[in-house]
Every structure is written in C-alpha cells, then in structure tokens.
C-alpha cells in the first residue's frame, strides 16, 4: 500500500470526519511546491485559506522560528516576555491602532472583538449589560466557537448545536439600509468581512463598507472588520478595507499574522476601546507566545520590506486576466481582489477541483460552486504561467 494511501487511511479511522480533505497528501513544502510522499509535485493554490500568504517554509520565517525555539517559546500571560512588546508595537505601526490584544486562532480573536464590543457597549456606550446586540452579515464566516456559529447563516455550520449565543442580528451583506433599519438604542457594532471569503469570494456592492461605516459612525456604533483572510496583502492592499477608505474600528487579524508557521491571532484598536479590559477580564495562556511574536515580527517584516501589497495586486490582475481566458461556459463568473479569486460555476465544481488536481494543482470548491485560487503572495511568475496552463487544461470545456 502506498504511503498517501496509507496516511488517508489512518487519518479517516482515528480522526473525527470534521473535514473531508481531497485526496492529497502534503509531505514537505518549499514556497508554493508541495510534495506528497510518493514524490509527485503539486502547486498549493489554496494557501491554507490566506494563511501561507508567504509560501511554505519561507526561509527567514523559517530562521526566526529556530532562532526563537532555542531561546525561549512561552511564558504565559503571567510574567512579561522579551518579544511581546516588540511585536505589538509592530503590529499597531502596521494597523495604525494604539493597542493589540493577542490571541492564537482567529475565532479566538473574532470572540475577542465581541467580548470588546459588549464590554466597550456595556461601560461607553451606556448598554444595559445584557442587552447588547450585534449585527452580522448573511452568508457571513467567522469561525466555529458556539458563540460564532450563533450567528452563522450556514445550516451546516449550526445544526445540532444549539441553544445558540443571544444578541445577534443579521442582515443581507452589502444591504446598508437593512443596517440602518437593525440598528437600536443597544447595538454594539456590526462586524463583517471586506470580502467573503468562504461565502465563495463575494465583495459588496462598491461603497457598502463606507456607507455602512458612516451609518455605524452615526449612531455610536463599534465598525469591526474580520480581516482575518483578507488582511496581510492578500487582496492587493494591506487590508481590504483600504478598498473602501475605511479604517475599521476593530481589525481581527489571525491566518498569515503567524507566517503559516504558528497560530497567531488578534484585534486591534484604540484605547478607547481596547481599554475596556483590566486584568482578569479576559486572556489566553498560549496568546502573546514569544515563539509566535518572533515569527510575526518577521513576517510583518516582510510584508513590508517586500511590498506585498503590490505583489499580490500586480500578480492577482496578471492572473485574472489570464484565468478570463478560460472558454468554459459552465462558468458564470470569475471575480477577485489581489490573489483573492473566485472562479464560479453553474453547478457543483468538486469535479473540476478533481481535474486540477489529476493536473497538479491544489484548490478547493467553496459553498460547491466556487472554486477559490489564493496562492502564496510570493509565487514566481514562471511558476504561475505553469499553474495557469494547467489550469486551463483542467477548466477548458
Ligand atoms: C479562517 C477565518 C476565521 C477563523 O479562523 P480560525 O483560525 O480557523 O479560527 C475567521 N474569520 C475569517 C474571515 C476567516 O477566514
């Protein structure tokens, strides 16, 4: 029996079937080059959802994760580390907020932001604690925690897990008058992602983060923007809301923040909310890890230093103009900001996910009929017109 064959085998009998992983196993990993044991190439296409927005095994991040492991990895919350400090000012430089509270997973960081938002609703706003609500979008991803799935509009999501965290409302994403019409004396904030990612890459009518950003503003309401996909580069700016000219209230932030190589989430914003917290009101043992901090620093780095944002913008319209030229007329539509792509399907695309895989290259169908392309930021344009043949291989009718 082969080794992949082997490894699936063993993963589906001892692993509860939470995922349904295609058929391919990563054995090692070198920028967007992934290989399975039996030594077969594949390109990575998916990124681990926007985590990998520097490729796998980036060699400096590799370095500072080593440099790190051998000095020093976790302290707890409960005594200062020598990283931490260095890595929230980054982060705050980077987001231009004042504070950051430090987490691992981004659902860990999107409750972060709703705890922010009830607590900042209870003691500022002047919110009896109790009644503070929260509005969401339709079709919305934020996580998988019971309070997150509460306000999910994915039955899949739900199903079996009630009873479901109160004070949530939800409205059509990109519809500001249903905001307008959501809001009350004990709302919150309203927390939305600048693009779907998971919903099968959908962005908003043009002007709905603004608007909405201005009717949050009127009515003393907390903007949160879940940039936990979109933010580091991958749409072709810093973060997506730049898009709009909007700086949200509250960033949460997690995938590539840890480089690919930790998990390493957080929110930010300005003290007037984030000093809502004293000590003991919240925390993590493993947030604000010196390990993690290490390896973020040097991937904010990066980002930077590299300009990102201009290789993910650059290569992304390179790539779509390229992907347009797909003669397939069971696509509907193909949409994206940066390396953020959405190809669309009239039905189920799983078996075109299959046919680029036969042709070596990752992705993944989301909401079955959107087949997202997000490959690593630093993917080589040689590499990428290999990708591109491939995939036209797979997708042409
Ligand atoms: C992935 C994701 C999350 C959850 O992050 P985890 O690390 O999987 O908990 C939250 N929001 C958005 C927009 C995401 O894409």
Redesign the pocket.
């Known amino acids: 029996m082969g080794k992949s064959k082997e490894v699936i085998q063993k993963t589906e009998k001892y692993g509860a079937h939470n995922y349904k992983p295609k058929e391919v196993v990563f054995d090692a990993a070198a920028n967007v080059n992934v290989t399975n044991p039996e030594g077969e190439k594949f390109y990575d296409m998916l990124s681990a ?1 926007s985590a990998l927005n520097f490729g796998h095994n980036h060699p400096e991040l590799i370095q500072a994760a080593k440099d790190q492991l051998d000095k020093l990895t976790l302290s707890s919350r409960a005594f200062y580390n020598s990283v931490l400090g260095d890595w929230m000012e980054k982060l705050c430089e980077l987001t231009g907020k004042e504070m950051v509270l430090p987490m691992n ?4 960081a ?1 409750e972060t932001a709703l705890k922010t938002a009830r607590k900042w609703g209870n003691f500022v706003k002047g919110v009896e604690d109790g009644k503070q609500e929260i509005i969401v979008c339709s079709e919305n ?4 925690t019971i309070t997150i799935v509460s306000m999910s509009t994915d039955e899949e999501a739900r199903k079996g897990y009630g009873p479901f965290t109160p004070g949530f409302k939800v409205i059509e994403y990109g519809n500001v008058e249903q905001l307008k019409e959501a809001i009350n004396e004990n709302t919150v904030a309203f927390i939305a ?1 600048p693009i779907q ?2 919903a099968g890459v959908i962005i908003p009518p043009a002007g709905f983060f603004k608007k909405a950003y201005e009717v949050c503003k009127e009515n003393n309401v907390l903007f949160i923007a ?1 940039e ?3 933010g580091f580069a991958r749409t072709g700016n810093m973060f997506a809301c730049e898009y709009e000219g909007v700086v949200p209230d509250i960033y ?1 932030l ?2 590539a923040l840890g480089g690919g190589i930790i ?1 390493v ?1 957080a929110i930010a914003a300005n003290e007037d909310i984030l000093g809502v917290f004293k000590p003991g009101t919240h925390g993590s043992t493993f947030g604000g890890n010196p390990l993690g901090a290490a390896v973020s620093i040097k991937a904010m780095e990066i980002l930077v230093r590299d300009n990102y944002p201009k290789m993910a913008k650059d290569k992304g319209d390179y790539f779509m103009s390229k992907i347009r030229e797909i003669k397939n007329d069971d696509i509907v539509d193909i949409r994206g900001r940066g390396l953020l792509v959405g190809v669309e399907f009239k039905m189920d695309a799983a078996p075109y996910v299959k046919k680029l895989m036969a042709n070596g290259v990752l992705a993944k169908e989301t909401h079955e009929r959107t087949i997202r392309f997000a490959p690593p930021i630093t993917i080589a344009y040689e590499e990428m017109d290999d990708a591109i043949e491939r995939i036209k291989k797979a997708l042409t009718k």
Do not use: L
């Open positions: 959802y997973t981004g659902a860990e999107v991803f934020h996580g998988r992602e990612g998971e879940d936990v996909q979109t949460v997690g995938k998990a989430s």
